[in-house]
């Protein structure tokens, strides 16, 4: 235990069990970001995975929104310390996005409009662990949420679902991206307290 | 960068308005900080309940200091701690200073724009601090300006040193005020809005690094306006405060 501060008592909010170590609930959805949201419009949207040996696989919104469509209920944990409970997005699975996807690497990459990048290992985007998520909660995701779509990564730290994701590069040894680069963990486990180097 | 949890002790305190206070906090082992870079502050109830939040350095300091500026929350839970209750001789655990990407660099000599929505000016005063603390780097020659919307007089932070800081022909403050005009102003109170934003600002030709700080929908709204009005993306950066607040 820390530094007792007398007289402070805090929320008393209850011990939820689903929220990590030094994280607390929020009925909000704050937004963190590093610049001006980017507005892309659906008909100017697309999707590639680009493996580590050039090729690319590409959707259009038309063709990301045939494919198969999950409903996911999760908890969202950000590194400012929110954590907001049972979240519903609707999105294409990474399982289904990769179906058709020859590659030995081990690393990801996602770039998004405007220029964000975040490192994400592929087994943390396979196996029902990572959507490409388009609604929130019934409605089309918004911009300043990452819309048209964003990767949701749920079991790491919110910024490792990069918004406005546009493609995952396929490489073959980690790299940072940006909030790595500026501080940031490499791997992000909220319940390890992953949040700075 | 500092990531694990120290003790801090505070050893001053200043109101800057009827809700905020500044803070300053002395962390052994410190070496300075980068302006625009933030805390976390971790308070533990007697009975081991602990809440983090995160506040901006005010301060551009070169040694083991620094200060936050917090202000009350209607509905915070350290915040109101902060303000009201702690006092000089305390001792918090702290977590940084952290943040490598909302900050600037003094041997940057592009010219500077800061935007500040209300409480949102804190790390924007650790940049204008660090650019007159620094008469050595080439930042030092960078012209400054600082757009302030804010409620009211009685709500500006740092006001005497703001004036101080504007008597620099590099430096220049303009006031945006929402809700009440000063004494004798023959501008009434409004919100920011796009045309006056273009005017207030320094103009796209002439390439500034923007730094925008304050709620949400504030720094939504003015990120938006400026890239309309030619200024790069790629120049704008942003913090934003979490939860619901007010566009400009």
């Given at each position: ?35 001006p949201t980017?507005r ?158 | ?193 796009a045309a006056?934003l273009a ?5 796209p ?16 709204t003015v990120a938006d306006w400026l890239t309309q009005a030619g200024h790069s993306p790629?120049?704008i ?12």
């Amino acid at each position: 235990m820390g530094i007792i501060s007398p007289g402070f008592l805090g929320r008393r909010r209850r011990d939820d069990p689903a929220l990590p170590p030094g994280q607390y609930l929020t009925e909000s959805f704050p937004v963190l970001s590093a610049g001006p949201t980017p507005r892309i419009a659906p008909e100017d949207w697309e999707f590639t995975i680009t493996t580590e040996t050039g090729a690319v696989h590409r959707w259009n919104w038309d063709e990301f929104l045939a494919l198969k469509q999950d409903d996911v209920t999760t908890d969202i944990h950000c590194v400012t310390s929110w954590s907001k409970l049972g979240t519903s997005w609707r999105g294409v699975s990474l399982d289904t996005l990769f179906e058709s996807v020859e590659s030995e690497a081990e690393f990801t990459m996602a770039h998004s409009y405007g220029g964000y990048t975040t490192n994400v290992p592929l087994e943390d985007l396979l196996d029902g662990k990572a959507w490409i998520a388009h609604q929130f909660d019934g409605e089309t995701l918004e911009p300043e949420h990452g819309g048209p779509a964003r990767l949701l990564v749920p079991h790491l730290y919110f910024w490792k679902s990069a918004k406005w994701v546009t493609g995952l590069e396929m490489l073959r040894q980690d790299e940072p991206g940006f909030w790595e680069s500026n501080g940031y963990h490499m791997y992000g486990d909220p319940w390890r307290e992953e949040r700075y180097w | 960068m500092r990531t694990g949890w120290n003790v801090a002790e505070v050893i001053s305190v200043k109101s800057e308005t009827r809700q905020a206070r500044t803070l300053r906090l002395r962390l052994p082992g410190l070496t300075g900080h980068r302006a625009g870079q933030h805390v976390d502050v971790r308070l533990t109830a007697p009975d081991g309940y602990t809440a983090v939040r995160s506040y901006s350095v005010a301060s551009a300091l070169p040694g083991d200091e620094l200060d936050i500026t917090v202000e009350e929350l209607d509905d915070g839970e350290v915040s109101p701690y902060l303000v009201r209750q702690v006092a000089v001789g305390d001792q918090l655990e702290v977590r940084g200073p952290v943040g490598g990407w909302f900050v600037w660099d003094p041997s940057d000599a592009s010219p500077v724009q800061l935007i500040a929505g209300g409480s949102g000016v804190v790390p924007l005063m650790a940049m204008l601090r660090a650019h007159a603390a620094d008469g050595t780097d080439a930042g030092y020659a960078a012209p400054f300006r600082l757009l302030y919307s804010v409620r009211g007089p009685d709500s500006v932070f740092y006001r005497a040193e703001l004036a101080e800081l504007a008597a620099s022909p590099l430096v220049e403050v303009t006031f945006i005020y929402t809700r009440t005009s000063p004494p004798g102003s023959s501008t009434p109170p409004g919100r920011l809005d796009a045309a006056t934003l273009a005017t207030s600002v320094l103009p796209p030709t002439d390439n500034p690094a923007v730094f925008i700080c304050g709620a949400t929908a504030f720094v939504e709204t003015v990120a938006d306006w400026l890239t309309q009005a030619g200024h790069s993306p790629a120049r704008i950066k942003t913090e934003r405060y979490g939860g619901t607040g007010t566009r400009p």
